[in-house]
């Protein structure tokens, strides 16, 4: 019986050989489709994050006044203070994609970034590595990813942080330096987010490998030498320049900050992290197999595992990069350690099935985004609390919680506070905690130092009921999001 679906070993005749190995050419493009199409209907699930907002309000005045800001437009308490807007491309592209779509924008947006990110990383395993194996690798980074997988800036670096990295390494292979072209990457990666710093960091250790382990070190530092500058350079063309590149060391030094913001928390080994999941999946393979790697990538990786292990967020760039830097080491030890070797065939018929498949999957994803997609989450947008507020009389400066500042200043209200915790600094965001979390002495300093005239907050905040007991203030709204109050006149 003839069946649609073969496993071939090393035995098989040179024309299944010769199939499967040309296969494989499909896959990434059917893997993307099909990625695209999911992360579509996953749909208003990238839109959970308050910072959205705000991200999406600074790019449309940016598009409206044709200029990026050098200080705060937004917020009543920093108004006028210094403010590096390093996110300010992606800011841009949100904020059209918005104008242009709805909410359905950001969403495609982050969808295809995730898609290319994805993709790309396929192509470079399936370089050195069986499918099976290249597919396993990538689910394994798409859960490292999927806990930070929301519309924000960070998102659409991941393609370029994908690319830069697969072109650096890919050059290290073939003993050169890589293409000039590239620092194009980098000047885009610059002006979309901060982690392009991290791209700076590994074209410096990748020369550094060049030098220590070619046989012609002083070549290899002279060819390597002109791509480091012109990617310090274009790191800098940006319009913070050095503010840019020292951004990520002043957001790094808020200590306090950093401990209090949930994703930039350590991860809570109580419960099942993804990276707990990689980091066993790839120990139970280096073990098992006995994989030998070189000094500088097994440094690397300790390098992405230390910040991994101390904040949330970065368990994908352990996801994204530690693939693209063992790879070349691991895929000839893997293949040489699995005897035989197998490898899955597909008739035409199933590839012809599994193509129409991932094509209606992506045309479907297409039509369900061009309908629309609904923005429904009440949780970071406190609408019935700030329109009862409004109606009251609510004006002036507000006390809100922190995750509704986005929401504020999309809707064109100043708040007291937001996500850019940059801008607030570590000394600003301590006092605030302490008036949130009810220091009855701190709230009055606030509420008198900024003139605060009304209040929209989480219901089961200490503030608010310490607002609730004071003389001249009216409770005007409460539900399961948020409690509204407005200060009698």
């Known amino acids: 019986m003839k069946t649609n679906t073969t496993w071939v070993g090393e035995t098989g005749t040179d024309s299944m050989l010769q199939q499967c190995a040309r296969q494989p050419r499909f896959w990434p493009a059917l893997y993307g489709l099909s990625i695209f199409a999911l992360l579509s209907f996953a749909g208003s699930r990238l839109l959970v994050d308050a910072d959205t907002l705000w991200h999406i309000a600074a790019g449309k005045w940016m598009l409206a006044n044709l200029a990026v800001p050098a200080t705060d437009p937004f917020s009543f308490s920093f108004h006028g203070a210094k403010w590096v807007p390093h996110e300010w491309l992606a800011e841009v592209i949100l904020a059209a994609s918005h104008a242009w779509l709805g909410w359905a924008g950001p969403v495609l947006v982050t969808a295809l970034a995730a898609t290319i990110t994805l993709t790309v990383l396929l192509r470079f395993l399936l370089r050195y590595i069986e499918p099976l194996h290249a597919f396993s690798g990538t689910l394994l980074t798409f859960l490292t990813l999927a806990q930070h997988l929301v519309a924000r800036p960070h998102a659409m670096a991941w393609p370029l942080m994908v690319i830069w990295t697969t072109h650096l390494v890919l050059a290290r292979e073939q003993g050169k330096r890589p293409s000039l072209w590239v620092l194009l990457v980098m000047l885009a ?31 290899s530092a002279k060819a390597w030498a002109p791509f480091v500058a012109g990617t310090v350079v ?46 066993g999946f790839v120990l139970f393979g280096a073990l098992y197999f006995g994989f ?7 440094m690397m990786c300790f390098g992405l595992v230390h910040l991994a292990l101390i904040a949330a967020r970065y368990a994908e760039l352990l996801g994204l ?15 040489a350690a699995i005897r035989p070797e197998i490898r899955l065939r597909l008739s035409s018929p199933v590839l012809r099935t599994l193509t129409a498949l991932c094509l209606a999957l992506f045309m479907s994803s297409i039509v369900l985004l061009a309908r629309g997609i609904q923005h429904d989450h009440r949780r970071i947008q406190p609408r019935e609390a700030v329109s009862a507020a409004m109606a009251a009389g609510g004006a002036g400066p507000v006390f809100n919680s922190y995750n509704f500042g986005g929401y ?22 301590r ?48 539900d399961d999001v948020a409690v509204a109050y407005v200060r009698e006149r």
């Open 431 to 478: 006092r605030y905690m302490k008036a949130y979390s009810g220091d009855a002495e701190v709230l009055q300093a606030m509420f008198d130092e900024y003139q605060i005239r009304w209040a929209v907050l989480e219901p089961a905040s200490p503030a608010s009921k310490w607002i609730h007991g004071l003389p001249g203030w009216r409770k005007v709204h409460e």
């Open 321 to 335: 990069l530690a693939p693209l830097l063992l790879m070349p080491s691991v895929g000839p030890q893997l293949r």
């Open 408 to 429: 504020l200043i999309f809707s064109g209200i100043p708040p007291l506070i937001d996500g850019r915790a940059d801008l607030y600094g570590d000394a600003f965001v």
């Open 189 to 219: 990666w610059a002006n979309l987010h901060g982690s392009f710093l991290l791209g700076i960091g590994l074209a410096v250790a990748l020369a550094a490998e060049a030098v220590l382990t070619e046989k012609q070190p002083v070549q």
């Open 234 to 279: 274009a790191g800098l063309m940006t319009p913070h320049g050095v503010d840019g590149l020292l951004f990520p060391f002043h957001v790094s030094g808020m200590s306090y900050t950093l401990s209090v913001i949930g994703e930039w928390k350590a991860p809570d080994f109580r419960l099942v992290q993804p990276i707990e999941l990689w980091l």
């Open 292 to 298: 030998r790697l070189p000094a500088m990538r097994i």
